[in-house]
């Protein structure tokens, strides 16, 4: 009998200084026990200061990295990070269309923590009305969840107005929203998750002491994609079904597989991971120009380091 881990994939831009996109994505999902494959959109110079330069990838490119992943490999769970231009939504789209990425976590990156746009402006209502409704979940943080409202939507401000908007992002055709509060200043970062069976479920944790934020959106999308595909395939395995069905795993088909609860449970193992990730980390000063630089999170956290830091 052959066995395989579960497989995940990261549609993402880079991060060469390791904190966030790809780089991120890639740890995480290895810290997670999945392994990670990828398809990149783009090349960004970046560290823990800012972006200083993107080099986009052209897109029938990004196509025969597509082909080659998913010609080739059962993927069990997908997350798109920075896509960049409308081509590129547009492709992702098609490419989710088709049915093998698996259950499918859209976090809709447009804007670095360090303020660098990384999404087109043009690109935005391609996000909202053609890969909102293909995505399993999404991820949005505040400013992003307005946007995809609207242009005018302003940002929620109470626990209850991110209820609200949960609910108005649902009404755009994804199977779950997650609503990240880390932009808020709370000493408590509350997440929402509104799944489209109507249940709404509140994650709460006390706000860490840091700089070192870069890539969160990124590594927790990330973990929470990991999480899917290892639940997934435990549950399938005790229910003893098939681990890889020969026909692909359509969106309908991933959303009947993973309900709200296995939804909940895996954004809960997520968050409590990037809480451990976060306070591991939070002390840490990596740039030789400690001033005003954002670091990333310990992805290594569970992982025992045999050696003096
Ligand atoms: N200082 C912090 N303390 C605790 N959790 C945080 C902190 N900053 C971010 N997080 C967690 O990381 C998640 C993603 O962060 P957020 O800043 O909302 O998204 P993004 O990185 O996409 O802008 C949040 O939902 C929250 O759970
Ligand atoms: C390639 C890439 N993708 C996403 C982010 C967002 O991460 P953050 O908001 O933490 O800067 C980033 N900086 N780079």
Redesign the pocket.
Known sequence: MTTRPPITLSIAGTDPSGGAGIHADLKTFTARKTMGTTVITALVAQNTHGVSRVYPVDVDFVADQFDSVLGDLPVDATKSGMLGSRDLVELVVARAAEGRLGFFTV?PVMIA?SGHRLLETDAVDAVRTHLLPVADLITP??PEAALLISDDEPEAQTTEAMRDQAGRLLERGPGAVLL????GSDDE?I?ILATSDGQVREFT????T?MN?HG??CT?SAAITAEVAVLGRERAAAAGGPADPAAPTGKDRSRAAIGSDLLGEAVGNA?DF??RA?NSAADWQLSLDPEGAHGPVDHQVDIVRDRPA
């Open positions: 976090d923590t943080n505040l990240k509060g880390g932009h970062v997440d944790h006390p706000r860490v840091t934020t969160t959106g927790l968050l990037l809480a976060l």
